[in-house]
């Protein structure tokens, strides 16, 4: 995800924690954002302003009155700045003085006068967290529309265990791109997207399938949902984590992977179909265990359903289509045909045998095709890059 000239602006108060989020700023001025960290006097026993100030380019403001003269209203300022704040970690002391409307620092000043969301990252010891008090302050928050990312389970830097560890970066940077993409080209749009290989089973213990991962799916689907979009995903079995905010029905035969497509293709307004369905599944599937035997066996198979060929023939009104093209030779040929055959809006090919690109990898090479007659190639990225770049093409202009 793009966060080309959104601001935001990272509030750090004093937990231990404060060291993740100089990885945190990190992915965000990686992915274009503009920071701004503003820091109260105890976070600064963590991690020193001067991190802060090398990965942003910008002096982090801590003192409410500071020795050097200023005019204006600094306070205000920064309050109204940002696009989001974003509270990393959130000390049970700023999480009271908030949710209480205190203004005894700073940065507590600059979310009490802010009109944006703020997305706190509460990190504390259990004990500290379990606290009745601390928990109906951050209901206050929540209660105030505030938005509290998840505490993670576990060891604690006091070495006791349970809930209070502060959110992994990763995620916080998830929620910060979902918020940002509720304004975003695909909000009140409804995406279907489809990942990962589907099985065909032989008997109880053996089945045919392909060697899709899912990864180039569950990205597109990632990248939908950062865009704001109302997103269901239908995988297959993959060793993947469900993105957050995403809703994921999980089958194993392509038969399932179709039904479960054709529930939600209704009011979907777009379908894309990045999974590898089988094309082939056994004629008969066994009850019971094949025997081995020395003699070998045949295995009869028989065409699967075709889903894009299916709806795109009985249902498809506005909802536009995307499907995937995976070849290992004249790809862009073939795809054209798929294109045409299946009646889709757009086509995504990609070469099995290219270097960096296909299945499993982390990587892609892809050309999208249109069925205006234009295209995109994109030359090898992370299949995020990859799925922002699709959204991207597939997205009217005026929306993006
Ligand atoms: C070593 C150490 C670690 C601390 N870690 C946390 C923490 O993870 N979460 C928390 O809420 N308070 C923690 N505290 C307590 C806060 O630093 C303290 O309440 C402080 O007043 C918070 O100030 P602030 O909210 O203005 O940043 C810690 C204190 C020390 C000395």
Redo the contacts with the bound molecule.
Sequence with gaps: MKLTNRKILIGI?????AYKSAYLVRLLVKAGAEVQVVM????TKFITPLTFEALTDREVPVEMFPKDRFAGTHHISYSKWPDLIVVS?A????IAQVSHGFCS?LLATIICATQRKVIWAP???EG?FANPTVQKNIETLQAMGHVMADVGVGEMACKSYGAGRMAEPEDIFELIAAEIGRGGPLAGKKVVVTAGACRESIDPVRFISNRSSGKMGYALAREAERLGGEVHLVAGPVSLEDPPGVKVAKIETTEQMAQAVEAEFADADFLVMAAAPADYKPAISFDQKIKKCDKGMKVELVPTVDILMKLSANRKESQVMVGFSLETENEIENSKKKLKAKNLDFIVVNNANEDGAGFDGDTNRVTILSKSGDSLAVDKAPKDEIAARIWEYILPSDSN
Excluded: C, Q
């Design positions: 108060s004093g937990g231990i924690a109260t006097e105890a976070a970690p000390t049970a002391d700023l620092s990190s504390m010891n500290m």
